[in-house]
């Protein structure tokens, strides 16, 4: 499979901070879901990527191509989204217009302005009036009106009432639909956004704790509950994040020690945000949970 | 052809779109010669990832349902009787094992199970 995003050993030292040997490969056609909590490096990534700052180690490339060989093909290829509004306030559609026209040599001058036409956006407000909404809605319309390779997301569904994040869901379907894009999108609870996903990249503390296809992390793994009478030993120390209670206890259990799981247990199958919960509190020590 | 994803289900989202559509060329509602929408197609259609699509539209091949023919899309297989009558058979006995499994568990003896089956049969 050609790839549209790989990093190789990538990291970057701060003081207090350090995003250590990241390593992930996104192929042409793909969605990618990068999550973790809020401060474990997803932003420091991305900016990587785009290249707001230099990795002290590593290699990165974007269809193909690093930073260094073609710094101009690069960045053009690459649209971003994040969570904020980069417009200044006090500029206004035609304002947005004229920089896109001439900042970037693939703007489409006729899509941009069916876009905002169609999602109603008005010509003469300052961007400051805008609603959240019609701000993700400006800045997809800013993106999407040239021609780009890879699209990143960084927590931009944040805030977005559920219709928005549908119509959001549905864009970025449409954007790979080709098979010549890619998606990569950064979020702190990944919620509606995990049925689209195609691939799961999880960082905790600067460093990746896992990275696969979505399906194959969903298959891995089993939520289980039961009484606590019921809880052996064994189950105990096989279980990820387990939270003992006074009405019971739950926990993850990976699919490999189903020879652990009865009938006596109420067994569902967990979301990704579970998961990622569930591991987030073995890594803290499971049983500091207990009695709450 | 209709695809209903249940987030409720038991069945993984790949498994559903399986099952769905193999339960519609069982049932004849696809016909034999029909070209299924492309994956990503499906994927869009639907809202799911590419990857979930395209492990249903494998696993339809790998059973013998659809062949992928390059530049022509997955087209649904003829199914000679023997096979239809096959999947129908495989059906039913899944079915009576989990009756036998639940008879068993209220000490149910096969006579009595068979007593019941004739019962609904006349039903």
């Known amino acids: 499979m050609e ?32 999550i973790g909590r809020n401060g474990a490096g997803k932003t420091t990534t991305i900016n990587l990527i785009n290249r707001i700052c230099n990795p002290s180690e590593g290699t990165i490339r974007v269809n193909g191509i690093t930073y260094e060989e073609d710094p101009i093909r690069y960045k053009e290829q690459i649209g971003f989204i994040g969570d904020e509004s980069y417009f200044p306030k006090e500029m206004r559609i035609k304002d947005i217009r004229s920089i896109l026209k001439h900042s970037y040599q693939s703007f489409d001058e006729k899509e941009f302005n069916q876009m905002i036409k169609n999602w109603k956006l008005p010509e003469k407000q300052k961007i400051e009036k805008f609603s959240r909404g019609m701000k993700v809605k400006l800045m997809f319309a800013c993106t999407l009106c040239r021609e780009t390779k890879l699209l990143i997301l960084d ?17 970025l379907q449409d954007y790979i639909a080709s098979g010549e894009r890619s998606i990569l999108f950064s979020t702190h609870m990944l919620n509606d956004l995990e049925q689209i996903a195609d691939y799961i990249v999880f960082i905790e ?3 990746i704790i896992l990275n696969d296809t979505k399906d194959d992390i969903l298959e891995s793994y089993v939520k289980i509950k039961g009484k606590k009478e019921d809880l052996s030993q064994v189950l105990r120390e096989r279980m990820i994040g387990i939270s003992t209670k006074d009405y019971g206890f739950e926990g993850l259990l990976s699919t490999e020690n189903a020879d652990l799981l009865s009938k006596k247990y109420v067994i569902e199958k967990p979301n990704i945000d579970q998961i990622m919960v569930h591991m987030l509190r073995e890594k803290k020590g499971g049983h500091a949970y207990e009695g709450i | ?13 790949y498994a559903q779109i399986r099952e769905q559509i193999k339960e519609q060329i069982l049932n004849g509602q696809i016909k034999e010669g029909t070209v299924l ?37 997955s087209v649904v297989l003829s199914k000679d009787n023997t096979f239809l009558k096959e999947q129908y058979l495989m059906r039913i006995e899944e079915g009576m094992l989990t009756a036998i499994e639940t008879a068993k568990r209220i000490k149910l003896d096969e006579e009595e199970l068979v007593d019941l089956l004739h019962r609904l049969w006349k039903e």
Do not use: C, H, W
Not at chain 1, 156 to 161: E, Q, R
Not at chain 2, 1 to 13: A, Y
């Open chain 1, 205 to 207: 503390d600067g460093k």
């Open chain 2, 1 to 13: 052809m209709n695809v209903l994803i249940s987030n409720q289900s038991e069945l993984p989202i």
């Open chain 2, 37 to 73: 929408p492309s994956i990503r197609k499906l994927a869009k259609e639907i809202g799911v990832s590419v990857i979930t699509t395209t492990r249903a539209y494998n696993d339809l091949e790998e059973e013998g349902y659809i062949a992928t023919m390059q530049g022509k899309g």
């Open chain 1, 3 to 34: 790839m549209m995003l790989e990093l190789q050993g990538v990291g970057k030292q701060y003081k207090e901070f350090a995003l250590q040997d990241v390593t992930v490969s996104l192929p042409k056609g793909y969605i990618m879901g990068y």
């Open chain 1, 155 to 171: 927590e931009a569904t944040n805030g977005l009432d559920p219709v928005m994040r549908e119509e959001v869901l549905e864009l």
